[in-house]
C-alpha cells in the first residue's frame, strides 16, 4: 500500500513539474514567434507589443477607469482585467509583462487539470494528447495574448475536475469566479450541473437531497458582485448585457433563435467562395469557415460521447451541444473558433479515436499538423491587425 502511494506522488509530481515546463516553454515560444512577426512588421516594436491588439485594447480600457468612461467596455467581465492589474502591483509593473504572467500561471493549471480528467475519464496513457490537440487548436494562441481564455479554461477545467473527485464545494467556489469572468461560463455551470447529477445516478430527486446542490447558489455570486458594481459605477446592473447598444463595433451581433438558419448559413459561404460566386478572402476563412469545422467538431464529439462513449462523457457531450447553442444565437458565427477553445470535449475525442481506431491516426496527425499551421497563420494576422478571432 505504501509503495503504491509512494508511486502515485511521484506520478503526481512529475506532472505537475512537466505541465510547468511545457506551460513555460510555450508561453516562451509565443513570445518569441509573436515578437518575429511583430518586429517584421514593425523594427521598433517591442517585446511583447504583439499581445496587445483588438479586444486587449478594451482589458486596457477598463484597467484604466474601471468601465467608468466607457459603457461599452462593460461587455469585457472584470476577472481577467483584475489580476492581471493585481500582478502589475496595481499598475506598477507594466502591464503586458503582468498579462503574460497571468497566462503563464493559469496555462500551467489548464494543462494540469486537463491531464487528471483525461486520467479520470480515459487512463493515463493518453493523457498529454488531449495537452498536444488543445495546442494544435486554431485559436490556440489566445491563450498567450491579453485575452481572457487562459484564465477561463483554468477556472473551467479545475471546476469541473472538482466535479468529477464531488469536491462540490471547491467547485463552487471556481463556478462563482467564473461567471465573473466570461459569460460562457454559464457553461460551464451547466456542465458541472449535469456532472453533480450524473453522480445521483440521474436520479433528479436524490441530487435535490443531497446538500451539495447548495454549492450551486455560489454560481452567480461572481456576475452579481460584478453587476452591483456596475449599478454602483454606471447606474446600469446590466450593463455587461446591455453593452452592445454603445458602440458600432458589434452591429453584427443580432438575437436569433434560429441557429440552424445561423450555422447553414456559415457553411453555405464558404462553398459560395469554392464555387467562385464570391472572394475566398479573411471574411469567409476566418470569419465562417473555420468556425463552421469548429461547430462540426463540437457536434461530432458531443454525439460521439452521448451515443457511443456513454457513462462519464455524457455531461460533457451536452456541454458540447450547449456550447454550439450559445455560440450561435447572436446569428453568427464570428470568433466560434475562439469560443470553441475551452470545449475541451474535442481534445478528449481526438485522444479516444487515437486509442480505439488505429486507421484513424494518419489522418488525425495530418489534421493536427494542418491545424498548428493554420494556428501560426491566425497568430501573424492577428499581430498584424488583421481579425483573427
Not at 469585457?76 to 502591464?95: D, E, H, K, Q, R
Not at 480505439?356 to 489534421?367: Q, T, V, W
Request: glycine share 6%.
Amino acid at each position: 500500500m505504501q509503495l503504491w502511494q509512494s508511486k502515485l506522488q511521484v506520478v503526481v509530481k512529475r506532472d505537475v513539474f512537466i505541465c510547468l515546463i511545457i506551460a513555460v516553454l510555450w508561453q516562451l515560444s509565443m513570445t518569441i514567434v509573436g515578437f518575429a512577426f511583430d518586429h517584421d512588421l514593425d523594427p521598433s516594436a517591442s517585446l511583447l507589443g504583439h499581445i496587445m491588439h483588438w479586444d486587449a485594447g478594451w482589458y486596457l480600457s477598463v484597467i484604466s477607469d474601471w468601465y467608468a468612461s466607457n459603457l461599452a467596455s462593460a461587455a469585457f467581465y472584470p476577472l481577467y482585467p483584475l489580476a492581471v492589474w493585481t500582478v502589475s502591483l496595481f499598475g506598477i509593473i507594466n502591464i503586458p509583462v503582468a498579462a503574460l504572467l497571468v497566462n503563464t500561471i493559469c496555462l500551467f493549471f489548464a494543462l494540469l487539470a486537463l491531464l487528471r480528467i483525461t486520467h479520470i475519464l480515459i487512463g493515463g496513457k493518453l493523457s498529454y494528447l488531449p495537452v498536444l490537440l488543445l495546442f494544435a487548436f486554431p485559436s490556440a494562441f489566445f491563450m498567450h495574448v491579453f485575452y481572457t481564455e487562459s484564465l477561463f479554461i483554468a477556472i473551467g477545467l479545475w471546476a469541473y475536475l472538482f466535479a468529477l473527485q464531488k469536491k462540490w464545494w471547491q467547485m463552487g467556489i471556481l463556478l462563482a469566479l467564473i461567471t465573473a469572468c466570461r459569460l460562457p461560463g454559464l457553461l460551464i455551470v451547466a456542465l458541472c450541473s449535469l456532472e453533480f447529477y450524473r453522480a445521483h445516478a440521474w436520479n433528479l430527486k436524490q441530487a435535490f437531497k443531497d446538500k451539495n446542490v447548495l454549492t450551486f447558489l455560489l454560481a452567480p455570486i461572481g456576475f452579481l458582485f460584478y453587476g452591483s458594481y456596475l449599478f454602483l459605477t454606471t447606474g446600469d446592473g446590466l450593463g455587461m448585457l446591455h453593452a452592445y447598444q454603445h458602440t458600432d463595433d458589434w452591429a453584427y451581433q443580432q438575437f436569433n433563435i434560429n441557429i440552424f438558419e445561423t450555422i447553414f448559413r456559415a457553411g453555405h459561404q464558404p462553398i459560395k467562395a469554392f464555387l467562385g460566386v464570391r472572394p475566398l478572402d479573411n471574411d469567409i476563412i476566418v470569419n465562417h469557415l473555420i468556425p463552421f469545422v469548429s461547430l462540426v467538431l463540437i457536434a461530432a464529439s458531443s454525439l460521439y460521447f452521448l451515443l457511443v462513449a456513454k457513462k462519464k462523457f455524457i455531461p460533457i457531450g451536452f456541454y458540447g451541444l450547449l456550447s454550439i447553442v450559445l455560440f450561435t444565437l447572436n446569428n453568427n458565427v464570428v470568433s466560434v473558433h475562439r469560443y470553441a477553445l475551452p470545449v475541451f470535449g474535442v481534445y478528449l475525442f481526438g485522444a479516444l479515436l487515437w486509442h480505439k481506431y488505429k486507421k484513424a491516426r494518419p489522418f488525425i496527425l495530418i489534421a493536427t499538423t494542418l491545424s498548428f499551421i493554420l494556428q501560426l497563420v491566425l497568430y501573424s494576422r492577428f499581430i498584424g491587425d488583421i481579425f483573427a478571432g
